[in-house]
């Protein structure tokens, strides 16, 4: 009898806690992005800071950390103007916009373009802030120190610079991955210190801790991170291909008017034939054409004894542009400028007629585009992240020289349900993509569930 005890107990087979149980679900974990922004004045010394509040529906486990800077790029210029009483945009000729503008770019402040049009009498105050230099994007320097309240611990040993520990602020760089992930505890914070270094540049910088919520109420996070989905979905497919399984991406397409502070938002249905596991996400922009063909007024051009014709750069007004162009900014190619100016400095009073189309380029640029994002899951009420993120902070730069944003954990969208994702508009107009990418897993409602 002693000896069937024995070979019973040698038979009992422990409980694996590595593989799906009934009852276990995959979006117990959830990927998850966790922000802070700061405001800078551009003054060196000034401190600001900011504290993240992790939720109570779960822990937060951190993988990664980037950050990105909004700069605030347009800068109010006075553009001098004849008359003392009202003046017309349209008439404004480039003699009097300042050279270095013509070079860098300028543009119509996007708040009062869409209420100005060129043959519209306005009063001459305008001329203060009706126009803008769109200033070249800089680097920005700044030391940061971050602390965990729960545990109260500081995660450097002194204030740290941003690049030696995160790299350029223009998000050409793959994300900082943590030596170790880190668990912050639900109802803890994490207080983010800032001390700016950068002398006149502005903006809203946005540091991001990337990772995911356990939101399995007592589960230990060994047991978490080995958790995997049902087998009619699984998260991991490597070495067990299967025909049910296959490659799919979804796309949000949203249109930018270039307006900042302006909200556009679209769904992605996930549709009926099964569910959708997306593991990294990825962006662009496109334009419409950079060129910028005008039609210079005949009252302008001349011909030379040669017979080519020309025209005065100087006299150009600015109603020959369209007003898409003026909302984005455009400015002189550059390597058109020996053409363009004169040895004075000055604009050109005879430039070749035939270069007129190519002479101007808009500063609308795929890699300049700047938005805040926020993604929403219909399917289980969450968002998937704290706050809207700034897209270089949250996905890296933006002209695609960067590895795909991938989820810490993968992320499964329900059938019949869908992706919302907002944006808040900063800079840059056209098409705006972003690509959930990720697989299908077909025939597999029953088998997607909490």
Known sequence: MLMDQQTSRRRAVPRRYGTATPGTSPTSVIPYDYAASFELRGIPGNIVQDVINISVD?????????????????????????????????????????PELLITGFRLDPKLAPMVFPDQELPADFRKKLFQRVKPPEEISFLFSMVDSATGRELQDEPTHNIASLGKSDGERPFRLLAQPMAFQPRSTIRLQI???????????????????????????????????????????????????????YVARLELSGTPKNIVQTEVPINVEGGFVTTALGYGLAVEQREMPIQVPDKITTTDPSGRKKFDLSSLPLRVF?????TAGFRIRPNFLRVAFGDNGDPATAVPLSLADSLFESLNRPEDV?????????????????QPINNIAGLGIANGDRPFKKFARPMIFYPRSTIRVTVEEHFGRGTLFLVFQGYKALGSPAGVRR
């Open 370 to 386: 700047a938005f805040r994002y926020s993604i929403f899951d219909s399917g289980t009420g969450r968002d998937l992240q704290n």
């Open 195 to 249: 001390a700016e270094q950068s002398e006149g540049i502005r903006g809203t910088l946005f540091i991001v801790l990337y990772g995911y919520k356990m939101l399995a109420a007592g589960c230990p996070e060994p047991l978490v991170r080995t958790l995997h989905g049902s087998p009619a979905c699984p998260i991991e497919t490597v070495g067990s291909p299967s025909a049910r399984i296959l490659p799919f991406d």
């Open 58 to 98: 779960g822990v937060f486990v951190a993988v990664a950390i980037g950050y990105g800077f909004e700069e605030e790029r347009g800068q109010t210029i006075e553009v001098p103007i004849n008359s003392a009483t009202t003046f017309k945009p349209g008439d404004v000729t480039l003699d009097k916009i300042p």
């Open 322 to 326: 369209s007003l898409g162009s003026f």
